[in-house]
């Protein structure tokens, strides 16, 4: 059996991106609306930083309005929703991001859901994962809906097909259950606790692996042909170096499976992408006009 195709996700984001800049363009010139988006951050985590810094980069060359809020990380609770509470409050602003992981002082999860749901391109608030889990419209975390526009890329119709995700996190795993099932795919999710795992993923036509765990996924757990998209960004040492590996065993996959997201390269470059797509959804539904035809 040939080796898997891989699933550029790189190449695919820069595309999207591109696409986003074309719409963005027609949306200020048909409706001189450019739309907006904010990032909090709050301390001094590095990661964290080169996050906040690409993202604003990206939001930059696609023609949007960029701002960034920075707070020490001993910025009480109070000050961050303060921060929130603001950004709701002021119409330039269509999307609001707080990046995570927030200081121990600040909860984390009634900032979330202090964001105006119609603001949160992030898709983490409660409101927007029920309108996802109920079929309703709604801003989808970033992950998911980047590996679900890479999966129809490539696999065209989805409808019937049979899926398996592994890991059940309200970022990754869950929203991904629910934007296949919206494709009309039987979905099973999976988790670490799941009696024969690797069973369960030999029944899949579409792997989704999320579960935070260096290559647990062994190339013998995949059915041949099957799509696999590795979610997960793991840092290893290997022959005394760092290596950035994902939740699948790659070199073993590579041999079963048709095709094959990458890491780094795969599902990662998506993610800001989305957040693009998202904070130019949340601008159009906020001003009431449509989302100008990709091109």
């Known amino acids: 059996m040939p080796e898997a195709k891989i699933i550029d996700g790189k190449a695919f984001a820069e595309a999207l991106r591109a696409s986003i800049a074309r719409q963005i363009a027609a949306l200020k010139t048909t409706h001189g609306i450019t739309p907006g988006l904010s990032v909090v951050l709050v301390g001094e985590d590095p990661a964290s930083q080169v996050y906040v810094r690409n993202k604003g980069k990206a939001t930059i060359e696609a023609g949007m ?3 960034e809020f920075r707070l020490p990380a001993s910025a009480s609770h109070a000050e961050v929703l303060a921060r929130v509470k603001a950004l709701n409050a002021d119409p330039r602003v269509n999307g609001i991001l707080v990046q995570l992981p927030l200081p121990d002082q600040v909860d984390e999860n009634e900032i979330i859901d202090a964001i105006d749901p119609d603001k949160d391109v992030d898709g983490f608030h409660v409101i927007n994962a029920g309108r996802l889990a109920t079929g309703q419209d709604s801003l989808v975390p970033c992950t998911p809906l980047g590996c679900l526009l890479m999966l129809k890329a490539h696999v065209g119709e989805l409808k019937g097909k049979r899926a398996v995700v592994v890991g059940r996190s309200n970022i990754v795993g869950k929203p991904m259950a629910q934007l296949l099932l919206r494709e009309h795919c039987t979905v099973t999710i999976a988790h670490s606790r799941t009696v024969d795992l690797p069973g369960e993923c030999r029944r899949a036509e579409i792997l989704v692996a999320a579960v935070g765990k260096p290559e647990m996924v062994r190339g013998s757990w995949i059915a041949p042909g099957a799509v696999v998209i590795d979610v997960g960004i793991n840092r290893i040492e290997r022959e005394g170096k760092m290596k950035l590996v994902g939740d699948v065993a790659f070199e073993e996959a590579r041999r079963v499976a048709g095709a094959i997201t990458p890491v780094p390269g795969g599902v990662g470059p998506m993610t800001i992408a989305c957040l693009l797509r998202n904070t130019l959804y949340a601008a ?12």
Do not use: I
């Not at 159009?284 to 091109?295: I, K, L, N, Y």
């Open 65 to 67: 309005a960029s701002q």
């Open 284 to 295: 159009c539904r906020q001003h009431a006009v449509p989302v100008p035809a990709e091109s």
